[in-house]
């Protein structure tokens, strides 16, 4: 893998409560039914993109380190059928809950339809496929989510996780 990594800040941004794309985004209303979380963290990847794969190895760790805590952590398979990314899942043994996204193929004349797509779109991600994609939410407060439009700064992110989960 010799293509640059995509690092980029945790973004906080408003998002209104009548917002039907975001509400609509596989695992956003199952992350707000969850008792007892104080963080939830769903990432959106596809198994074919490099950077993807670069981020596996920090949510796993971050996965081990921090899940014996009130974090919740989802990640969406995209982009790619169920057992390539169920591959990809076991390369780097993520243990986190796995779901599969809108699209089971990288197939670009769907992707201006798909919830993920607009919500991406609404958001500035001006990347084609945005992966990986993080959304972080806070107490269940959605009127205020983070969202990382590529890899975590990892320093950033267990700075953030160790000061709402630990101290």
């Known amino acids: 893998m010799d293509k640059p990594h995509e690092y980029q800040a945790i973004e906080w ?6 917002d039907k794309i975001f509400h609509s985004l596989i695992e956003v209303q199952d992350s707000l039914k969850s008792k007892n979380i104080k ?4 990432s959106y990847f596809a198994e074919w993109c490099t950077n993807c794969h670069y981020e596996a190895l920090t949510l ?14 989802t990640l969406v398979m995209n982009y790619s059928d169920k057992k390539k990314s169920r591959d990809f899942v076991e390369l780097y043994d993520l243990k986190m809950n796995i779901l599969f996204g809108e699209l089971n193929s990288k197939q670009e004349s769907k992707l201006d339809q798909l919830i993920f797509t607009q919500f991406r779109r609404m958001s ?9 994609f993080h959304i972080i939410i806070l ?7 983070g969202i990382v439009k590529g890899e975590f700064i990892i320093k950033e992110i267990k700075g953030f996780l160790t000061d709402k989960l630990i101290t």
Request: glycine fraction near 4%.
């Open 13 to 18: 941004v408003k998002i209104s409560r009548s």
């Open 39 to 42: 963080i939830n963290i769903i």
């Open 60 to 73: 796993r760790d971050l996965y081990q380190e921090f899940s014996t805590f009130a974090i919740k952590m």
């Open 124 to 132: 500035d991600d001006l990347r084609k496929w945005g992966t990986p």
């Open 139 to 145: 107490n269940g407060n959605i009127e205020k989510i």
